[in-house]
């Protein structure tokens, strides 16, 4: 018969505070989405920041850019959380593989609170359309891509792989970053935004989820325990 899944304890590695230090984070992303709003004239100005990736780009880059477009997909998320998920398990149990998830994958969704507040309006895109008609500020790729480097980070504490990923990792959210301004469906307020909400989003979520995961363990148990208990001798 097929071993089953082992559970691990589900506990994730976290700096201490680590619940406290991402609500604050998540309050800073948006305290500065109101002041760009408040200040909106200056922060269309810095739009001048994509006009100028825009007009010095390369073939190559226009292609690195509609890759990374795709990076924030209902679809491409799910992926990418499922194969990170199926990694977790294999070597730390299901509830770890359950808690990488929930942290890069809520921490990821926590930032449409921020988005409907602040409420930025998109700038005009170089082809002369609104952006999706979304909201800009901050940027939902950028914030998934940092929400997965903190769930990548906190899997890996320990491993020798830890930080030639989280490397590589941040160096894609900084790729994201400038994709978007490349594109010109950003300003570079909403990138900034995008890797403070990331950070502050999934920091929150592993909060929670580190005072969550033993007391679901320790009750998964004690069902387990009773169930075995029940049968007959």
Known sequence: MAKKLQMGTGV????????????????????????????????KSTYAVAEFLHANTSP?????A?????IDRYDVVAIILLVMGILVTISRGWL??????????????LIAGVKLVVAEPRPVAFDGSTYKEALSYPSGHVTFVMALTVAVCVVLAGSRWRWPAVIFLCLLTLATGWSR????????????????GGLSGAFLVLGVWNWFAPRARRFMLRRSGASQSSLPS
């Open 96 to 109: 770890a593989g359950l808690g990488s998830m929930v942290v890069a994958g809520a921490g990821w969704l």
């Open 60 to 64: 190559f880059q226009d292609w690195l």
């Open 181 to 196: 301004l490349l594109l010109g469906v950003h300003y570079p307020m909403d990138i900034v935004g995008g890797i403070l």
């Open 66 to 70: 509609t890759i990374l477009e795709d």
């Open 12 to 43: 994730l590695s976290a700096p201490r505070g680590a619940f406290w230090w991402g609500l604050g984070g998540y309050m800073l992303t948006a305290v500065l989405g109101f002041v760009a709003v408040a200040n909106l004239e200056w922060t």
